[in-house]
């Protein structure tokens, strides 16, 4: 019998971005339903990637110097191995400057525009440099962007759009019509209010004179595609062309899982692209809500970013996936604490769940040699115990299509509790006195570790890496994707017999004078902050060492179409630095000026060569023009 699909995606990510905690948490709660369907025998596929074209590459990459593909081959790496270090079971990790996805979108664009989907038109709007957006008038927040409040430039220009509006009226009906379509609930009608409004048509072009870094537009070269109408295209560019996305059984997804802030995109620009194609939209859109810390968004300027690899390195990985998808109902907003997290590894993880293993272990050396026991027996506290058990697995199961992952937890901690209140009643340590008690004892010993391999399934996805130990530590060898949850259909999978290993302690506690130390050094209160995340204070700037220095030799760094190579005079000595001006400058025309270079910044490699420096220069649309002084300045000389 061919295997049930199941496709999850999470939203590819800004290759800009550090990743942080709310990325991790999307990517985890993807995981999660994606074990979680293993489990259950499912054909699972689960993508995530990287989101790589745009202005804030482009800028990114000419400010270092490099071409924006070199960019983000490098910077998608710090994706990929926290998704390793986050044990995340991704399929596979679409990137959108892969040719894979380029092909579609340009196949997409060309098969759009031939239907007449798309049309040029001239356009007059308000557009957000850092959004990559256009604004109408009447959308904007006291003149600014409604979305950054920054400043929005008034952009007048020919561009391309995809008739958006004509499937106004299709995609209200659907919304309304599948209860399932957009969830939660109350985000299905945040989205049917935005369509309260007449739906306008996307502009799905950027001219490449002032963006070139994008997916040039098969039927007119002057333009690039937009960075959404690219990006959400990654859900289906993975299975390769529309004939093999119709038979590949992946599509409509099961779930496209994103953060609330993106939601009207999905909902609204994806669904009406996939209409326009041909193709089914996913079958649902789950918003969850967003993470902030002490109540503010996180961001660089802020210094407030939660670093999920510190978190790893001092808690493990599976307290972190734990405790995002314990703390909050999914699809609501949360606040961080480092001091929340150490609160829920103490006593969910380390008191409850951790202690009930580590004493049904110790118990099971203790008392049969480490043997797990043949039931003998019966006592009237046993039905209590796999009743509860029944009960968690069926409402579990049912939670776990809900992605209503908070109350599984709570609903497999009824189950800890249980258990351990079960050995509390039943008291070991006593049964092992008495010729009758030492048969009790059998059954007791045998369905505590029952119970706690039911617990290690159900546990599974969101703590990978812990129930496995708990299941070695039980004596079963086989991993629990390959026992899944038709193991636990029925009490007592558990095999006599089996030799229990050593007990291990799966989650340490922390104890109050150690985490008064974790708390200090990793919520230390930051400078403090300005009224605009933007300013620096005179002093931060003063460490910037400025100066000026004349140019000795200049020449160009082999392969790269972008480097010249500086020999530079700063007075004190000379420099070597790497200009990313080789497109706007000939290296003879270069020697004997004067430039101003940042004479203490770290010295970095730039295609294997030290660059010890960096020389100051304005970008304007990819035209370099170096910083000067119309008189000569001589050699060191500080600026200010
Ligand atoms: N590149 C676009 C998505 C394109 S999908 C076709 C994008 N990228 S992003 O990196 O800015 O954000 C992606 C997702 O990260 C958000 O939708 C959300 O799922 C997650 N989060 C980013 N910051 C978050 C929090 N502070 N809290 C929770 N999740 C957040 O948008």
Same mark, same amino acid.
């Given at each position: 019998?061919?295997?049930?699909?199941?496709?999850?995606?999470?939203?590819?990510?800004?290759?800009?971005?550090?990743?942080?905690?709310?990325?991790?948490?999307?990517?985890?709660?993807?995981?999660?339903?994606?074990?979680?369907?293993? #489990?259950?025998?499912?054909?699972?596929?689960? /993508?995530?990637?990287?989101?790589?074209?745009?202005?804030?590459?482009?800028?990114?990459? !000419?400010?270092?110097?490099?071409?924006?593909?070199?960019?983000?081959? $490098?910077?998608?790496?710090?994706?990929?191995?926290?998704?390793?270090?986050?044990?995340?079971?991704? *399929?596979?990790?679409?990137? &959108? &400057?892969?040719?894979?996805?380029?092909?579609?979108?340009?196949?997409?664009?060309?098969? /759009?525009? *031939? $239907?007449?989907?798309?049309?040029?038109?001239?356009?007059?709007?308000?557009?957000?440099?850092?959004?990559?957006?256009?604004?109408?008038?009447?959308?904007?927040?006291?003149?600014?962007?409604?979305?950054?409040?920054?400043?929005?430039? $008034?952009?007048?220009?020919? !561009?391309?759009?995809?008739?958006?509006?004509?499937?106004?009226?299709?995609?209200?009906?659907?919304?309304?019509?599948?209860?399932?379509?957009?969830?939660?609930?109350?985000?299905?009608?945040?989205? #049917?209010?935005?369509?309260?409004?007449?739906?306008?048509?996307?502009?799905?072009?950027?001219?490449?004179?002032?963006?070139?870094?994008?997916?040039? #537009?098969?039927?007119?070269?002057?333009?690039?595609?937009?960075?959404?109408?690219?990006?959400?295209?990654?859900?289906?560019?993975?299975?390769?062309? /529309?004939?093999?996305?119709?038979?590949?059984?992946?599509?409509?997804?099961?779930? !496209?899982?994103?953060?609330?802030?993106?939601?009207?995109?999905?909902?609204?620009?994806?669904? =009406?692209?996939?209409?326009?194609?041909?193709?089914?939209?996913?079958?649902?859109?789950?918003?969850?809500?967003?993470?902030?810390?002490?109540?503010?968004?996180?961001?660089?300027?802020?210094?407030?970013?939660?670093?999920?690899?510190?978190?790893?390195?001092?808690?493990?990985?599976?307290?972190?996936?734990?405790?995002?998808?314990?703390?909050?109902?999914?699809?609501?907003?949360?606040?961080?604490?480092?001091?929340?997290?150490?609160?829920?590894?103490?006593?969910?993880?380390?008191?409850?769940?951790?202690?009930?293993?580590?004493? %049904?272990?110790?118990?099971?050396?203790?008392?049969?040699?480490?043997?797990?026991?043949?039931?003998?027996?019966?006592?009237?506290?046993?039905?209590?115990? %796999?009743?509860?058990?029944?009960?968690?697995?069926?409402?579990?199961?049912?939670?776990?299509?809900? #992605?209503?992952?908070?109350?599984?937890?709570?609903?497999?901690?009824?189950?800890?509790?249980?258990?351990?209140?079960?050995?509390?009643?039943?008291?070991?340590?006593?049964?092992?006195?008495?010729?009758?008690?030492?048969?009790?004892?059998? =059954?007791?010993?045998?369905?505590?570790?029952?119970?706690?391999?039911?617990?290690?399934?159900?546990?599974?996805?969101?703590?990978?890496?812990?129930?496995?130990?708990?299941?070695?530590?039980?004596?079963?060898?086989?991993?629990?994707?390959?026992?899944?949850?038709? *193991?636990?259909?029925?009490?007592?999978?558990? $095999?006599?017999?089996?030799? %229990?290993?050593?007990?291990?302690?799966?989650?340490?506690?922390?104890?109050?004078?150690?985490?008064?130390?974790?708390?200090?050094?990793?919520?230390?209160?930051?400078?403090?902050?300005?009224?605009?995340?933007?300013?620096?204070?005179?002093?931060?700037?003063?460490?910037?060492?400025?100066?000026?220095?004349?140019?000795?030799?200049?020449?160009?760094?082999?392969?790269?179409?972008?480097?010249?190579?500086?020999?530079?005079?700063?007075?004190?000595?000379?420099?070597?630095?790497?200009?990313?001006?080789?497109?706007?400058?000939?290296?003879?025309?270069?020697?004997?000026?004067?430039?101003?270079?940042?004479?203490?910044?770290?010295?970095?490699?730039?295609?294997?060569?030290?660059?010890?420096?960096?020389?100051?220069?304005?970008?304007?649309?990819?035209?370099?023009?170096?910083?000067?002084?119309?008189?000569?300045?001589?050699?060191?000389?500080?600026?200010?």
């Amino acid at each position: 019998m061919p295997q049930d699909k199941f496709y999850i995606t999470t939203p590819i990510y800004y290759v800009n971005d550090v990743p942080h905690i709310g990325h991790a948490y999307t990517t985890i709660a993807a995981d999660v339903a994606a074990r979680y369907k293993r #489990l259950e025998g499912f054909e699972v596929f689960f /993508l995530t990637g990287t989101d790589e074209h745009g202005q804030k590459v482009q800028q990114a990459a !000419n400010n270092l110097g490099v071409s924006p593909q070199e960019h983000v081959d $490098k910077l998608h790496q710090r994706f990929k191995e926290l998704w390793v270090r986050l044990n995340i079971s991704n *399929s596979d990790f679409i990137r &959108t &400057t892969e040719e894979r996805h380029k092909k579609l979108v340009g196949d997409i664009l060309q098969e /759009l525009h *031939s $239907k007449d989907e798309i049309y040029k038109a001239s356009y007059e709007g308000w557009y957000c440099t850092p959004c990559e957006r256009f604004w109408t008038e009447k959308d904007l927040a006291e003149g600014n962007c409604p979305e950054c409040k920054r400043k929005v430039d $008034k952009i007048k220009e020919h !561009n391309y759009f995809f008739r958006m509006s004509k499937y106004q009226e299709w995609l209200i009906d659907r919304i309304k019509n599948d209860p399932h379509f957009i969830l939660p609930a109350s985000r299905k009608n945040e989205v #049917l209010g935005f369509l309260d409004k007449p739906l306008e048509d996307l502009c799905i072009s950027r001219p490449k004179s002032r963006l070139p870094w994008g997916i040039p #537009l098969p039927f007119d070269e002057e333009y690039v595609t937009y960075v959404w109408f690219d990006a959400l295209i990654n859900y289906i560019s993975i299975h390769g062309s /529309l004939d093999d996305i119709k038979a590949c059984g992946f599509w409509p997804a099961d779930h !496209n899982m994103v953060g609330k802030d993106i939601l009207t995109t999905h909902a609204v620009y994806w669904s =009406t692209m996939l209409k326009a194609i041909g193709l089914e939209p996913p079958k649902n859109i789950f918003a969850h809500g967003w993470w902030t810390v002490n109540g503010q968004k996180m961001s660089k300027s802020l210094q407030n970013v939660v670093e999920p690899n510190k978190l790893i390195d001092q808690f493990g990985v599976d307290v972190i996936r734990y405790f995002l998808l314990r703390e909050v109902p999914f699809g609501l907003d949360g606040d961080f604490s480092h001091k929340a997290l150490i609160g829920r590894l103490n006593s969910d993880l380390a008191n409850n769940f951790g202690n009930l293993l580590n004493r %049904t272990v110790n118990m099971m050396k203790k008392f049969f040699d480490g043997v797990i026991p043949t039931p003998a027996a019966e006592g009237p506290e046993d039905n209590l115990l %796999t009743e509860k058990a029944s009960e968690v697995i069926t409402e579990v199961r049912k939670l776990y299509n809900e #992605l209503a992952y908070n109350k599984i937890l709570q609903k497999i901690w009824e189950l800890v509790d249980v258990t351990n209140q079960y050995i509390d009643k039943t008291g070991p340590w006593n049964l092992v006195k008495t010729e009758e008690g030492k048969e009790r004892l059998k =059954t007791v010993m045998y369905n505590s570790a029952e119970s706690l391999r039911i617990l290690g399934v159900l546990l599974n996805p969101f703590m990978p890496q812990s129930t496995e130990s708990l299941m070695k530590q039980l004596g079963l060898e086989t991993s629990i994707e390959e026992q899944g949850m038709k *193991s636990i259909d029925q009490w007592g999978g558990l $095999k006599s017999g089996s030799q %229990t290993q050593k007990a291990k302690q799966l989650f340490p506690r922390i104890e109050d004078k150690q985490a008064a130390k974790i708390l200090a050094e990793l919520s230390a209160p930051k400078e403090e902050q300005k009224e605009d995340g933007n300013q620096i204070t005179i002093d931060e700037f003063m460490k910037v060492e400025l100066r000026t220095g004349k140019i000795l030799e200049a020449e160009k760094v082999k392969k790269s179409k972008k480097l010249i190579q500086l020999k530079i005079d700063i007075g004190t000595g000379t420099r070597q630095v790497l200009a990313g001006i080789a497109e706007s400058y000939e290296p003879e025309d270069l020697i004997g000026r004067t430039v101003i270079i940042v004479a203490n910044l770290k010295p970095a490699k730039l295609m294997g060569i030290e660059s010890q420096g960096m020389v100051l220069a304005a970008s304007n649309d990819g035209n370099i023009l170096l910083a000067g002084f119309d008189q000569e300045p001589g050699q060191g000389i500080q600026v200010r």
